[in-house]
C-alpha cells in the first residue's frame, strides 16, 4: 500500500512542479508579482513549494510508522482527488484518515497543506503545528512542517516568523544513523 501512495504522491508533485514551471516559464511579463508580495503566490505554488522543502531524505534520519491499509487507501483516494482538483473531495479523504488516527503526524501535514488548497491558512496553521508537535521532528516531514509554517507567516506579513520558521528547516536535518 505505502509503495502505491508515494507512487501517487510523486505523481502529484510532479503534476504541481510541471505546473508550476509551466507559470514561471510564461515569464516576468505575465506575473506582476515581487518577490516581496508572498501574499500573491497562488495556494497551488505554495503547496508545491512545501512539498518540494521536504526534498528526497536520502541519507537522512526519517521516521515512518506502520500503516494501517485503510488509512493508506485513504490517503491514496485524497491524493488523487488533489491531482483531479478535487480539494474538497481530499480533505474528506483525509478528515476520515483522521477519524481513524488522529494523531497521526503525516496525514495532519496532509491535510494542513489542503486546508492551504482550501485558503483554510487559520486550519492548515492548527494542522501543521499540531502535525510538528506529534511527529519525530527530523527529516522530510518535519521541514514541510515548517515549510508550511513559513508560508502562513510569510501570508500574514510576520516576517520575524517566517524567518524562523526557514531557519527551522534546516534543523530538521538529522543524518542517518550508522547500523553495524
Known amino acids: 500500500m505505502t509503495l ?3 507512487t501517487a504522491h510523486g505523481l502529484l508533485g510532479c503534476i504541481l512542479s510541471t505546473a508550476f514551471l509551466a507559470g514561471c516559464a510564461m515569464g516576468p511579463a505575465s506575473s506582476p508579482r515581487s518577490a516581496g508580495a508572498p501574499a500573491s503566490v497562488s495556494a497551488v505554488e505554495a503547496v508545491t513549494a512545501i512539498r518540494a522543502a521536504a526534498g528526497d531524505g536520502e541519507g ?5 510508522p506502520l500503516r494501517d491499509g485503510r488509512v493508506e487507501d ?5 491524493a488523487q482527488q488533489e491531482a483531479a482538483g478535487d480539494v474538497a473531495g481530499a480533505a ?4 476520515e484518515a483522521l477519524a481513524i488516527v488522529p494523531e497521526d503526524p503525516a496525514i495532519l501535514q496532509e491535510r494542513a497543506e489542503v486546508a492551504i488548497l482550501q485558503g483554510d491558512t487559520a486550519t492548515a496553521d492548527r494542522l501543521a503545528q ?4 506529534l511527529g519525530s521532528q527530523v527529516g522530510p516531514l518535519c521541514r514541510r512542517h515548517w515549510a508550511t509554517l ?5 501570508r500574514q506579513g510576520d516576517d520575524a516568523g517566517a ?9 530538521c536535518r538529522v543524518g542517518a544513523l550508522d547500523r553495524f
Open 74 to 78: 485513504l490517503r491514496h483516494q485524497a
Open 163 to 171: 524567518a524562523q520558521a526557514q531557519a527551522q528547516i534546516e534543523g
Open 92 to 95: 474528506a479523504r483525509l478528515d
Open 60 to 64: 537522512e534520519l526519517s521516521v515512518q
Open 150 to 154: 513559513q508560508h502562513l507567516r510569510q
Open 4 to 6: 502505491r501512495f508515494r
Open 130 to 133: 499540531r502535525a510538528y508537535a
